[in-house]
């Protein structure tokens, strides 16, 4: 007749995510001018984390979108070549708020 106990799991052994598409985006505003063109491999070289990975193509995928870069793929699971297109931040107030997604 006791009442069940509420099951609870163990969530501690969990990192939180810290990764933002905000921060990887302003990250891409600097790098991308100076480079001009340049793969998504070279643009992911120095990250570790898979998350930060995924982050970051989400970033790059935004700047498409307003038209900051421009994207080549010429194979199915190919090398993604992007490349800057000399815009000033035209879409950066579009940008500046990505984290808070409402969908």
Request: negative net charge; glycine residues 6%; aromatic residues 6%.
């Amino acid at each position: 007749v006791a009442p069940k106990p509420t099951p609870r799991v163990d969530l501690d052994h969990v990192a939180p995510i810290r990764a933002s598409a905000t921060d990887a985006i302003a990250e891409l505003l600097e790098e991308l001018p100076l480079a001009g063109r340049t793969t998504f491999r070279e643009l992911t070289a120095g990250l570790v984390d898979r998350i930060e990975i995924v982050v970051r193509f989400l970033a790059v995928l935004e700047l498409y979108k307003v038209g900051m870069v421009d994207l080549e793929q010429p194979r199915t699971f190919g090398e993604i070549t992007v490349a800057w297109l000399g815009r000033d931040h035209d879409g950066a107030r579009e940008l500046a708020e990505i984290d808070a997604y409402d969908g």
